[in-house]
């Protein structure tokens, strides 16, 4: 079966230092994948989007950028944080023509200081 | 672009309530529809989806929802709300046939009071 693993759970981080949340899937094979943030009464925002290796397409120009090095592999980066990036970050995947349903990984929780 | 209107973003019940969220969208195509659910501390996860055929469409737990194409709407319903539905629910709707992204509404936080 598939499943999708997020990490760190929970981040704390001073202002203007780097970012790496990762995210991996397993059991499936060239999914697309994608990163959300969640923000209370605002729902997901997505950030980037991914249909295959090397493969990232923007939603929303910020502080953040997004890599995907390896088939089941997808990063979300900062190379310098700002306070307006605390957040909550959720990474997702479907299946590509699959019926469309996203699985969703536990989420980090990023805080800035 | 595709877009999902949820209109109501803080719903109180009393448990065996009766629960009718309603989500809207605005897209001229054919469309995929979600609703995902988000219990405390727990990860996002479908609770029902709705892609051809039957527009009511059952979900897990007891939840429900119809399709009315003609309103643009996909609203979820509970005949009858228990104290473990106090969760976020939010609609997606996407473009069906090659797009590769969901649009989220903002959600609906629900508290049921036992």
């Known amino acids: 079966s598939q499943t999708i693993h997020q990490w760190p759970a929970t981040l704390v981080q001073p202002v203007g230092s780097p970012l790496s949340l990762e995210c991996t899937v397993e059991g499936t094979s060239n999914p697309n994948l994608y990163w959300y943030r969640q923000a209370a009464g605002r729902g997901l925002q997505l950030l980037f989007y991914s249909v295959g290796i090397g493969q990232i397409s923007s939603e929303v120009p910020q502080n953040l950028s997004a890599s995907r090095p390896q088939d089941r592999q997808f990063i979300l980066s900062s190379k310098k944080l700002l306070l307006s990036d605390s957040g909550f970050y959720l990474c997702?995947?479907?299946?590509?023509?699959?019926?469309?349903?996203?699985?969703f990984g536990e989420g980090s929780r990023l805080t800035v200081l | 672009a595709q877009s999902v209107s949820q209109h109501n973003h803080h719903v109180i019940l009393s448990e065996a309530a009766s629960l009718e969220l309603g989500c809207n969208y605005s897209?001229?195509?054919?469309?995929?529809l979600f609703w995902y659910v988000q219990y405390p501390g727990q990860h996002l996860q479908l609770l029902l989806k709705?892609?051809?055929?039957?527009?009511l469409v059952k979900g897990i737990k007891g939840f429900e929802a119809e399709f009315i194409k003609s309103k643009f709407s996909f609203n979820l319903r509970k005949p009858s709300v228990q104290w473990s539905d106090t969760a976020e629910y939010f609609c997606a709707v996407k473009p069906s046939g090659g797009s590769y992204i969901p649009t989220f509404g903002r959600g609906t936080s629900l508290i049921v009071h036992p």
């Open positions: 897209y001229g195509g054919t469309v995929n």
């Open positions: 709705y892609f051809s055929g039957d527009p």
């Open positions: 997702a995947w479907r299946e590509t023509g699959g019926t469309g349903e996203l699985f």
